[in-house]
């Protein structure tokens, strides 16, 4: 029963339109009038509270740091040293853009802020070249979600702090995920070109391969920077988000200077947006989660769950198909804040490691990001790439695939995420 009523208070209250923040608040009422439980300075305190985290501040700082990358032209820079390196090859401009891909999300950990990068940068140059406009638009969707997972990883700070895990280890352990991620792109995309005539353009002296290297050297520090900082203890990840930050801004107002201090406003002003819809949404989730405690929801769970427990694999495999399915109708940071608290004692009373757990659950849900209909990076990309959604999704869907088909492989074999992250983290 009370069960039912979370989720048919939480999927009434977005049915009639209500924003999923205030959605989560009006389930958080629900169960607190089931409970007899309902105080008013009690929802107050757990909201404030919700939002009142040390290592929450890691969220508007790397936002901040997206946000300058993509002004400053650090962005474009290592667009410019993918296309040197890759671009003159048989579909070259696809691999381009999944080495950008990834090299960014080793920037800004942010899929929206990389998928729009990404599709102002290389959509135009894709088309131009003669590649269909639906599967370049679906080959940068699919390369926009490996932002959540390579660090440093806006997701990952939410689930280890949703979670109580170290967002460091989580940071680590998800290094390998995302390139192999990546690697599936690769050969995704090689296959569906295999049979295109189109003209590659000259391969790149090593004098231009050279220089542009040397302009993409500052942004590619970045996340040199950061990785040595958290392997050697230097400093927290929330620590970690102000120096990217930091160094963002000093490379593009100073070394590259494109970013002047009038726009640096504008700037504020775009992450200081994104933040407080984030942070709110994260303060209202974690008033529903002290509800799903004091309800038992999660006993309940394992107790559904509890056929699958004495078999990791076919539990993870439960999980998996459970969080793919909500994430064709919720957004990544929603999902999270609900099912971390459920779950949780699920994994935990099986035995699964944490933060491999937390690692394949970013995984699905930054995969879900693409899913239809919500599919909040299809949106991205088809709005700035002036494209049809249903364009954009016919394009994802074999990125997609191969996605799932990883991720699902590393459910298989869970050492080709633990194996790593022990070698990352020592």
């Not at 140059?125 to 406009?133: K, L, Q, S, T, Y």
């Not at 979670?163 to 680590?172: D, G, P, R, T």
């Not at 500052?218 to 927290?236: D, E, N, S």
């Not at 009038?262 to 209202?284: G, H, N, P, Q, R």
Request: aromatic letters at 8%; charged letters at 10%; one cysteine or more.
């Amino acid at each position: 029963m009370t069960i039912a009523i979370f989720l048919g208070s939480l999927l009434l209250a977005m049915a009639i339109g209500m924003p999923i923040s205030f959605a989560l608040l009006a389930s958080g009422v629900a169960l607190m009038w089931q409970l007899d439980l309902f105080d008013a300075q009690i929802l107050t305190q757990n909201l404030i509270g919700g939002a009142d985290s040390f290592p929450l501040l890691a969220v508007p700082f790397f936002m901040l740091a997206g946000e300058i990358m993509n002004a400053g032209g650090l962005s474009k820079r290592i667009v410019d040293l993918a296309l040197a390196l890759v671009g003159h090859v048989r579909g070259g401009l696809g691999y381009v853009t999944i080495m950008a891909g990834c090299l960014l999300s080793a920037l800004s950990g942010s899929a929206v802020a990389d998928a729009a990068a990404l599709t102002a940068l290389l959509l135009p140059m894709m088309v131009r070249a003669g590649h269909d406009r639906a599967r370049s638009g679906g080959l940068i969707a699919a390369t926009g979600i490996i932002g959540p997972v390579i660090p440093p990883s806006i997701g990952l700070v939410i689930f280890g702090v949703a979670a109580n895990v170290s967002i460091s280890k989580l940071f680590m352990a998800a290094i390998v995920p995302g390139l192999l991620i990546g690697g599936a792109l690769w050969i995704t995309w090689a296959w569906l070109v295999r049979r295109e005539k189109i003209e590659p353009p000259p391969r790149k002296s090593r004098q231009e391969i050279w220089a542009a290297a040397r302009e993409a050297g500052w942004a590619l520090m970045l996340p040199v920077i950061i990785l040595v900082g958290l392997r050697m203890g230097v400093f927290t990840p929330t620590e970690a988000a102000v120096v990217a930050a930091v160094y963002a801004f000093f490379v593009a107002a100073c070394i590259y200077r494109e970013l002047s201090f009038k726009e640096l406003y504008a700037v504020f002003v775009s992450a200081a947006k994104t933040s407080a819809v984030v942070m709110f949404l994260i303060a209202a989730a974690m008033v529903s989660a002290w509800l799903i405690t004091v309800a038992d929801l999660p006993g309940k769970v394992v107790g559904m769950l509890e056929p699958f427990l004495g078999n990791k694999i076919l539990l993870m495999i439960a999980i998996m198909l459970l969080v793919m399915a909500v994430g064709t109708a919720m957004d990544m940071t929603p999902t999270i804040l609900i099912l971390t608290p459920v779950l949780m004692p699920v994994v935990k009373a099986a035995g699964i490691d944490p933060v491999y757990f937390g690692v394949m659950f970013i995984i699905n849900n930054s995969i879900g990001l693409i899913t239809p209909p919500v599919g909040v990076v299809l949106n991205v990309v088809a709005g700035v790439g002036k494209m049809r959604m249903d364009e954009v999704t016919r394009g994802v869907l074999p990125f997609m695939a191969a996605q799932f088909a990883i991720m699902f492989l590393m459910v298989l074999f869970p050492q080709l995420v633990t194996v790593p992250a022990r070698w990352f983290h020592g």
